[in-house]
């Protein structure tokens, strides 16, 4: 394999000068060499087309044994050296100091098609940055990342990519369900890529660390690779950049609200400088529209990155970035009228991306009533999200309210409970004002459907369809990998011979472990 390498974060960027590989302390470095263990008998279970293409392979190489022995980490790639990033970060909320790359480990740096790209793998073995981990991954979260990465892509969703799934061959002791219950499980590697893989808590830990020289170094370089139209110099030209990452993550969560994506752990370090999503943990997809829904069992109790939350946890995560590079401004005023212009403007885009989803092209005074109400209706009852807006499309705007309730009953979990007078009187009031607005739209009926259906996706990675693959392969069976991602590959489109996969969450995934809520553990 011939890549055109540029390791410009290594060359450019201060190396930990220590380079055994044990857990300690790093200061005055953006990374640390360390090199990926050797998989005892790695085997490749998908690969991303489409990847391949970013990175100038094809799928002929893919299946080379070079391919296999560089992407399981058993092989170094010529003129490169592997690396573990340092960074720092807040988790639910708490100051936890360096966290760094646990078990991922960056690959190299390529140039292709006029794109810069960091390969890195997830599950490749311990780094300096490990703490009490070994570094490793399973099997059940990296087809997890794999396939999310992939399919949030397709929704039209900023993410980083993945390029290969692999087994490792080892075993790896995991306690699932942090319940004492420990079991060994497949080992995986999973293979992402992104333009690089710096996060708020990057900045973080060299501000924390008065590193002033550093922090500045690095964030002269991003703005140089990443954000060459931040011209301005001294330091307006830090505000600049906090600026464009502001909007960048503004409007990465309108997405996530959008397709009712969850991330589960919105930690400083698990948020990308870039405005992508990264670090697919304990995801979730809403099933019924629940604003206190989160899938990470372990913000149960709090719910402090529940679905209705991000938007705010975002913003506060900004802060948190705002405070790392305050040491480069030395003045507050800036920083704070960003800040606070994005509660404003977050509310304007939402409300803009909410007319998409129901299909108005107009925007008149009624609509944030409109979709307020709406949020509220929605959770009267379970009322499946990706369900109850692709049928909304269907409803014509002179229909009666019983026939446009009709139109989404397949949406609802539980038709008793819709059946309740109060729910019935509350759902037919929407209809009657939604059906007084449609008659302000100009397009037609099958215009509007067309419409709303690039905007609310059809098919989306429900957590029982990623358990369902899970299940088989470890069965050794990847059929229903290839299948959903096949299926997520065209989200928006009908696909009729796939409307399996349209439903709602079966019963028996209500409580399933995998199915509803996940555990960081992986």
């Known amino acids: 394999m011939n890549f055109k390498l540029n390791n410009r974060f290594t060359s450019e960027l201060p190396a930990d000068p220590e380079e055994k590989n044990f857990v300690r302390s790093v200061t005055k ?101 490990s703490r009490r981990g070994d570094g490793l991954a399973v099997l059940r979260s990296s087809v997890r990342e794999h396939l999310c990465s992939e399919a949030m892509h397709y929704l039209g969703v900023p993410t980083s990519r993945s390029l290969a799934l692999l087994l490792s061959g080892n075993e790896v002791l995991r306690d699932m369900l942090y319940d004492g219950n420990a079991d060994y499980e497949k080992g995986a590697i999973v293979c992402r890529i992104a333009p690089t893989f710096i ?30 139209e931040v011209t301005e110099t001294g330091k307006e030209k830090y505000i600049s950049f906090f600026q464009k990452v502001a909007k960048s993550t503004r409007e990465l969560i309108i997405h996530w609200q959008r397709v009712g994506f ?14 992508i999503t990264i670090d697919y943990g304990p995801y979730g997809w809403l099933e019924d529209y629940n604003p206190n829904w989160t899938p990470n069992t372990t913000d149960s109790e709090y719910k402090r990155y529940a679905f209705g939350n991000q938007p705010e946890i975002a913003l506060w995560n900004l802060y948190q970035l705002a405070n790392a590079l305050y040491p480069l401004i030395e003045e507050t005023n800036d920083l704070e009228a960003i800040l606070n212009d994005y509660r404003v403007h977050y ?60 139109q989404v009953n397949n949406a609802f979990y539980n038709s008793d409970d819709v059946a309740n007078e109060l729910i019935q009187k509350q ?12 008659q302000k739209e100009m397009q037609s009926d099958v215009d509007r459907k067309e419409f709303m259906n690039q905007f609310n996706p059809k098919y989306v990675l ?18 229903i990998i290839n299948e959903l991602y096949q299926l997520l590959k065209n989200p928006y489109s009908e696909q009729p011979e796939q409307e399996k996969w349209y439903t709602k969450r079966p019963d028996w995934a209500r409580k399933k472990v995998g199915c509803s809520m996940l555990s960081c553990s992986s």
């Open 427 to 438: 759902w037919t009031n929407w209809f009657t004002n939604y059906r007084n607005r449609l």
């Open 199 to 228: 996060r708020f808590g990057s900045f973080e830990l060299l501000s924390a660390q008065n590193d002033i020289e550093n922090l500045k170094h690095l964030v002269d370089f991003t703005i140089n690779y990443y954000f060459p």
């Open 29 to 129: 470095s953006c990374f640390s060499y360390v090199s990926p263990v050797i998989p005892k008998n790695p085997k490749l279970i998908h690969v991303s087309p489409d990847v391949l293409t970013m990175i100038g392979l094809n799928e002929e190489i893919a299946q080379s044994v070079e391919f296999l022995a560089v992407f399981s980490g058993t092989r170094t790639q010529p003129n490169t050296r592997s690396f573990a990033m340092n960074y720092a970060g807040h988790q639910f909320g708490s100051w936890a100091g360096q966290l760094g790359d646990g078990r991922a480990i960056n690959l190299f740096e390529v140039d292709h098609d006029n794109q810069h790209l960091t390969l890195q793998l997830k599950g490749a073995g311990k780094t300096p940055y």
């Open 347 to 406: 509310d304007v885009d939402y409300l803009n991306m909410m007319r998409t989803k129901l299909g108005l092209q107009l925007a008149v005074n009624e609509d944030k009533k409109l979709i307020t109400d709406l949020e509220h209706v929605l959770q009267l009852a379970e009322t499946d999200m990706t369900i109850f807006f692709r049928e909304l499309s269907k409803i014509g705007k002179d229909e009666s309210e019983e026939i446009m309730m009709s």
């Open 462 to 479: 429900r957590n029982y369809m990623a358990q369902l693959a899970i299940d088989a392969a470890n069965n050794d069976d990847y059929s």
């Open 262 to 275: 969850v991330h589960g752990v919105m930690n400083t370090d698990n948020l990308s400088i870039h405005g």
